[in-house]
């Protein structure tokens, strides 16, 4: 009797919570573009350190950048006119475990798809190619990564594939991990390091911001960008997907590629696209 007792409340609960958690199965398990139709929102993961990307106006206390616009545009793509993005501020570090976690639909943040990452995560069809790079001083004697040898220091961040391509390419040198990119950019500036390594299209964004500081040596790893979404999430995935070649197909792409990124020297649109 008293089993069966214990037994009727464990069945109670669970079909409380049930109801409360979509019957045992976490956020993240859910249809994520279900809940996105009921909702009238995608919760997006964007960075906020990052420029011409996603970066925190101190002022408005908004986040803009070439990813937060196509957040706001992909979401009226999938869902209509009416709908508004919701922005969480993520960096490299915590984007995945967020977005495992149930907290985000998806993540749109320099995220480069790769191998390991596709384990874990699916991810849309590219919308960026950047390729990595390196930022110095100007003047510096370093000019490429080849110059990355033994008794030189390079900043990373943490949670990017960067610092393990720097690992792979300059095997030598020495890698610094910062938490993100604000912090990299002023560890470089402090003089903590020789260099930064990241993608070009950050690196440009930081040399936009302080001039005395120059992208040098080109490309050496391609980095094309993906939305990440957490596995099984189909439904979101390919609606996300037509909507990106919607997207491209109205002109709506170019036109944000052209507001962010037309005016940087050195930098070859025609190459991200
Ligand atoms: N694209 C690289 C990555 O996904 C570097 C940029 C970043 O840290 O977000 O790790």
Redesign the pocket.
């Known amino acids: 009797m008293h089993k069966l007792k214990l037994w009727l409340t464990v069945a109670v609960l669970c079909v409380v919570a049930g109801v409360a958690a979509g019957c045992g199965r976490s956020v993240a398990d859910q249809d994520a573009l279900a809940h996105a139709k009921k909702t009238n929102t995608i919760v997006w993961g964007v960075k906020a350190d990052t420029r011409l990307f996603g970066l925190m106006n101190t002022k408005t206390g908004k986040i803009q950048g070439f990813e937060v616009d196509m957040a706001n545009a992909l979401t009226k793509q999938v869902l209509g006119k009416s709908a508004k993005a919701t922005l969480v501020q993520v960096t490299?570090d915590t984007r995945v475990p967020m977005l495992k976690g149930g907290n985000l639909d998806a993540v749109i943040?320099?995220?480069?798809i790769t191998p390991e990452r596709q384990k874990v995560l699916d991810f849309t069809d590219s919308y960026f190619k950047?390729g990595q790079s390196l930022l110095v001083k100007k003047g510096s004697k370093i000019k490429s990564i080849k110059d990355l040898t033994a008794g030189t220091k390079v900043i990373g961040?943490q949670?990017?594939?960067?610092v393990d391509n720097v690992k792979k390419a300059a095997p030598a040198t020495t890698v610094l991990q910062l938490a993100d990119y604000a912090q990299a950019f002023t560890a470089l500036k402090s003089g903590q390091g020789d260099a930064l390594s990241?993608?070009n299209g950050?690196l440009y964004g930081m040399s936009q911001q302080d001039p005395d500081y120059v992208v040098v040596g080109g490309t050496f790893t391609k980095?094309p960008?993906g939305i990440a979404l957490n596995k099984g999430q189909t439904n979101l995935r390919k609606a996300l997907n037509k909507a990106l070649q919607e997207l491209r197909a109205d002109g709506t792409y170019e036109k944000l590629i052209n507001k962010w990124f037309s005016d940087i020297p050195g930098f070859d649109i025609k190459e991200v696209a």
Do not use: C, Q, R
């Not at 943040?109 to 480069?112: I, L």
């Not at 949670?159 to 960067?162: K, Y």
């Open positions: 490299s943040a320099t995220m480069t950047a961040v949670g990017s594939n960067s990241t993608d950050i980095e960008y």
